[in-house]
C-alpha cells in the first residue's frame, strides 16, 4: 500500500512537474510510458526469479528502487531525472508486486481469493490517497516537497519489511522447500493454456481502461484549465469507488458470476469513456469518474485468483509476471500512441479510441470458458 502511494501519486507529479516544465504531451506520454518500459522487458524474467529465490529479497530490493525514485525529483528537478524517477519507481514496484502475488497466491483457493480481495482493499485506498496527496502537495507546496513527501510511503514500506523479517524469512523457506528445480521452459507454454491466456486478455484490456483514465484526464483537465488539486480530486474519486466496489464484492461475487462481471464492467467503461469528453464540469467529472472506478474496481480479484488457479504448477510468479508484462506493454503503447496523437487530434478522440477498445474486448468476450475449468 504504501509503495502504491508512490506509484499512483509518482505518476501525477511526473506528469503535471513535465507540464510545468513546458513539454509536450508526446514528451509527457514518453515520460509517463517509461513508468512501464522496464516493467514490460523484465517482469516474467523477475516472476521466474522470484520461484527460484523465494519473495524476500524482492520484496526489499523493489522498496528500495521506490525509494530511490520518489527521492530523485526530490534532489534534483530535471528531465533527466523524472525519466530516472519513472524507471526506478515502476520496476521496484513490479518487483515488489510479483513478490507480494505470489505469496498471496500460495493459499487454498478460498482463502486465496480472500487475500487478494484484501490486497486489492489496500491498492484502492492508495490509489485513492496517492494523486489526492500529490494534487494537493503540488498545490501548497510546490512539486519538489510533492515529490519529498512521497518518499516517505517506501521509507514506511522497509520499516515494516524490517520489523517482519524474521516472518518472511520463515515464510520463504517454506515456498523454498516447496518448490520444485524448475527446467528451462518458454513463456509461450503458459499462453498456450485457454482459461489463462483468456484471464491474461481480460486483464491487459481493464488495466489499459484504468491506465488510460489515468494518463488522459491530466492532460484533459490541464486544457479545460483545472488546477492539480481539482484534477487529483477528479481522479482521487475514481480510486475512492474501486474501494468501494471492493467492501461490497463479496457480496457480489456470491450472486454473480466472474465472467458476467467482467462483461459489465467492459460495457460500462465503454459507455464513460464515449461520454467523459463532452464535459467540462468538475462535479460531472467526478461522478463519471466514480462511475468508472466502479466498473473496474469489481473484477481485478477475481482475476489475480483465476490467474493462479489456471497457472501451471511452480510457475505462478513466472505467470504473475507475464501478466505484468502484457499490462506493462500496454502502459508503455498508450502513452506514447495517445500522447503523439492527442498532439494532433486533441484529447476527445483519445476516450473515443479506448471506448472502441472496450466494445471490441466485451465482444470477444461473449463466450467466456466455464467457470469450473479444471486446473491443468
Partial sequence: MMNHVALTGGRITVSLTALQMGLSTFKVGTLVAVFAVLPMLFSVRAGRWVD???VQRPLVIGTALVAVGTALPFISQTQAALLIAS??????FMLHQVATQDLLGHAEPTQRLRNFSLMSLALAGSGFSGP?????????LGTRLAFGLLTLGPLLSAGGL?????QLAAINSQLLAGAKEAERRRVTELLAV????????????LSGAWDTHLFVVPIFGVAIGLSATTIGIILASFA???????LVLPLIQRRVRSWTLVRAAMATAAVDFMLYPLFSDVSVLIVLSFILGLA?????????????????????????????ALINGSQVSLPLTFGALGSVIGVAPLFWAYS??????GWANRNPPLETDAKP
Fill in 52 to 54: 527460484r529465490v523465494g
Fill in 162 to 166: 524490517y520489523l517482519l523479517r524474521r
Fill in 132 to 140: 489526492l496527496i500529490a494534487g494537493l502537495a503540488i498545490d501548497h
Fill in 194 to 205: 485457454p482459461a489463462l491466456r483468456r484471464i491474461l486478455m481480460v486483464n491487459t484490456i
Fill in 87 to 92: 524507471c526506478s519507481i515502476g520496476i521496484g
Fill in 356 to 361: 472502441v477498445a472496450l466494445m471490441a474486448g
Fill in 296 to 324: 473496474l474496481g469489481c473484477c481485478q480479484p477475481s482475476m489475480l485468483a483465476l490467474l493462479h488457479q489456471h497457472s501451471p504448477p511452480g510457475r505462478a510468479a513466472e505467470a504473475v509476471g507475464l501478466r505484468m
Fill in 240 to 246: 475512492a469507488a474501486t474501494f468501494v466496489i471492493r
